[in-house]
């Protein structure tokens, strides 16, 4: 073990030098002090959240360059589909509903206020939805302020929303994978209102496009100062890039196994206490990379999902599903404790 890096990261003491120097040295002394910071941090418990994936729709005009998925088949759900939908995640037992669409001109404001509160009339049930970037159009289409959008969203049920179209948070990173997207400074002001408005959100990174290591542990300082201004985070949710059936693919294929679990031992040691929440995205690595991860420095497993057409679209062959029951088994496997949590990560 790391053991000055390790007392440095609880005290929320690493600099960018002191990650950058921890990319040169013996991967596994990095794993090893981020396995060792996990369990002085959250302990033994492995957590995970029964929740079901829906994707409102393939349709979106902003056209990323890493994307597999947008207008692949051209589809729209209404929203008694929807409902639909919700009504099987609860059969499950699932807590957590997270919504993922497009931007389209018509989802605006009230498009999406009007979806959540068929939603909560019907169901009780956490809706996690809606990334700056779907917030930020809505609010230009609908001529509010994106603030004054999310104060109307929380009012109409949403509970917290993704940290996603971050990406990699630079902006020359951004102009060459996503160049209609949300600039740095837009998703910031966004996420720091939804947290003022007493709207958590996850944090989320896109890694293995055409960033640099450097551009990388930029995006997590960036977070962390975030989260100690505002303390608004969730979690911190690695994502690796799926290299098929996009304008990328070529350019990139995507991150090494070995660097997927640098990633995350490298966001337990930034993060320390400031972001408690580590999670493994299993669709995205698979189980046993998952597993592995969960051993270096990561502690929360993510969701059941029960759909995920955009990894999938994108090259991923682990699955869709995840149950309860394949969670415990795959955790006390590794020898840790399954906790069941809701998207707040209370435990139940």
């Given at each position: 073990?790391?053991?000055?890096?390790?007392?440095?990261?609880?005290?929320?003491?690493?600099?960018?030098?002191?990650?950058l120097e921890?990319?040169?040295?013996?991967?596994f002394?990095?794993?090893?002090?981020?396995d060792?910071?996990?369990k002085?941090?959250?302990g033994?418990?492995?957590?995970?959240?029964?929740?079901?994936?829906v994707?409102?729709?393939d349709?979106?005009?902003?056209?990323?360059?890493?994307c597999?998925?947008?207008?692949?088949?051209?589809f729209r759900?209404?929203?008694?589909?929807?409902?639909q939908?919700v009504g099987e995640?609860k059969?499950?037992?699932a807590?957590?509903?997270?919504?993922?669409?497009?931007?389209?001109?018509?989802?605006?404001?009230?498009?999406?206020?009007?979806?959540?509160?068929?939603i909560k009339?019907?169901?009780d049930?956490m809706?996690?939805?809606?990334?700056?970037?779907?917030?930020?159009?809505?609010?230009?289409?609908?001529?509010v302020t994106?603030?004054?959008?999310?104060?109307?969203?929380?009012?109409?049920?949403?509970?917290t929303?993704?940290?996603?179209s971050?990406?990699?948070l630079?902006?020359?990173?951004?102009e060459?994978?996503?160049?209609?997207?949300?600039?740095?400074?837009?998703?910031?002001d966004?996420?720091?209102?939804?947290?003022?408005?007493?709207?958590?959100?996850t944090?989320?990174?896109m890694y293995g496009t055409?960033e640099?290591?450097?551009?990388?542990i930029d995006h997590m300082?960036?977070?962390?100062?975030?989260?100690?201004?505002?303390?608004?985070?969730?979690?911190?949710?690695?994502l690796?890039?799926?290299?098929e059936?996009?304008?990328?693919?070529?350019?990139?294929i995507g991150?090494?196994?070995m660097?997927?679990?640098?990633?995350h031992?490298l966001a337990?040691?930034?993060?320390?206490?400031d972001?408690?929440?580590?999670?493994?995205?299993?669709?995205?690595m698979?189980?046993?990379?998952s597993?592995?991860?969960?051993?270096?420095?990561?502690?929360?497993?993510?969701?059941t999902?029960?759909?995920?057409?955009?990894?999938?679209?994108?090259?991923?062959?682990?699955?869709?599903?995840?149950?309860k029951?394949d969670?415990?088994?795959?955790i006390?496997?590794?020898?840790?404790i399954p906790?069941?949590?809701?998207?707040?990560?209370e435990?139940l």
């Open positions: 073990m790391l053991k000055n890096i390790y007392e440095r990261s609880l005290a929320g003491e690493i600099t960018k030098k002191d990650a921890l990319l040169k040295g013996n991967p002394e990095l794993f090893d002090t981020a060792g910071l996990r002085a941090i959250v033994d418990d492995i957590t995970f959240v029964v929740n079901r994936l994707e409102v729709t349709r979106c005009m902003i056209g990323c360059d890493f597999s998925f947008r207008n692949s088949i051209g759900l209404t929203t008694e589909e929807i409902l939908r995640a059969d499950i037992g807590t957590e509903l997270c919504l993922i669409s497009g931007v389209m001109p018509y989802m605006t404001v009230d498009y999406y206020c009007d979806l959540f509160k068929a009339a019907k169901y049930i809706l996690h939805a809606l990334s700056p970037m779907e917030v930020y159009y809505a609010a230009k289409v609908s001529n994106p603030a004054e959008a999310m104060a109307a969203f929380r009012k109409a049920g949403l509970t929303m993704t940290g996603a971050a990406e990699i630079v902006d020359t990173v951004r060459k994978i996503c160049p209609r997207k949300v600039s740095t400074q837009q998703w910031v966004i996420i720091k209102d939804a947290h003022r408005l007493g709207i958590k959100t944090s989320t990174i055409l640099t290591w450097e551009d990388r300082f960036l977070l962390r100062d975030i989260q100690r201004e505002t303390h608004g985070f969730t979690e911190f949710i690695p690796t890039f799926m290299h059936n996009n304008r990328l693919s070529g350019r990139s991150a090494s196994g660097d997927d679990l640098r990633l031992a337990r040691v930034i993060f320390g206490r972001i408690p929440n580590i999670q493994v995205s299993w669709i995205k698979g189980v046993k990379l597993q592995a991860a969960l051993c270096a420095g990561a502690n929360d497993f993510g969701g999902m029960i759909e995920d057409k955009i990894s999938v679209a994108a090259g991923s062959g682990h699955g869709e599903y995840l149950s029951g969670f415990m088994r795959l006390k496997a590794i020898d840790r906790r069941e949590r809701t998207t707040l990560y435990r």
